[in-house]
């Protein structure tokens, strides 16, 4: 099992850059592919950005392409999303996940099934 914390939300204006972390204690880090899902009030969770267990390979939701940049440090069992050019549609509630690897092959998931471990979330308020 493995327990998940992450921090860094808070509230900036449009245009700020805010990076979000998210610490993981318990199995070994590097055995888990590692996401960031989003959920704003009245709306589902939502997948923003994946990243696979050794950190070479990462996907993203179209509407962070660009702003958004996941990044994981593995001897700190910390995962990280460096979010730029911050819009007020950006507000929710953003939360880590992670997935258990069960296979030799990269595999980016996007699905939040998928996620076997979640964090608590911290809140992001994007003001314009």
């Known amino acids: 099992q493995v327990q998940l914390v992450e921090s860094g939300g808070g509230l900036v204006q449009a245009g700020d850059s805010l990076r979000l972390s998210c610490a993981a204690s318990g199995r070994t880090f590097s055995d888990y592919n590692m996401g960031w899902f989003r959920q704003a009030p009245g709306k589902e969770r939502e997948f923003v950005a994946t990243i696979s267990w050794g950190g070479d390979s990462t996907y993203y939701a179209d509407f962070v392409k660009g702003r958004f940049t996941i990044s994981r440090d593995n001897a700190k069992n910390t995962v990280y999303l460096q979010m730029d050019s911050l819009k007020p549609e950006d507000t929710a509630v953003y939360y880590c996940?992670?997935?258990?690897?069960?296979?030799?092959?990269?595999?980016?998931?996007?699905?939040?099934?998928?996620?076997?471990?979640w964090g608590q979330g911290t809140q992001v308020t994007v003001s314009s």
């Open positions: 996940a992670a997935s258990e690897v069960r296979s030799s092959i990269v595999v980016l998931i996007t699905s939040a099934e998928e996620y076997d471990y």
